[in-house]
């Protein structure tokens, strides 16, 4: 179960790495502070999970 899901959790942080730069991404660098907000990135995770949550779903 571990080895599975941290398997699961490197797959998801290379995707996330691909993916978590797109255009309409917030950056705010003042100084030493930065600030990251991905609202494009949440949007589109989200679409897919509800996507293959409805498809799990279906199959029940």
Do not use: H, Q
Not at 19 to 39: A, C, E, S
């Amino acid at each position: 179960m571990f080895i599975v899901l941290g398997v699961l959790f490197i797959v998801i942080g290379l995707i996330w790495s691909i993916f978590g730069k797109l255009p309409g991404d917030f950056l705010f660098k003042k100084g030493n502070t930065t600030f990251y907000f991905p609202i494009m990135t949440s949007i589109i995770v989200s679409v897919v999970a509800s996507v293959v949550l409805y498809i799990i779903g279906k199959f029940r």
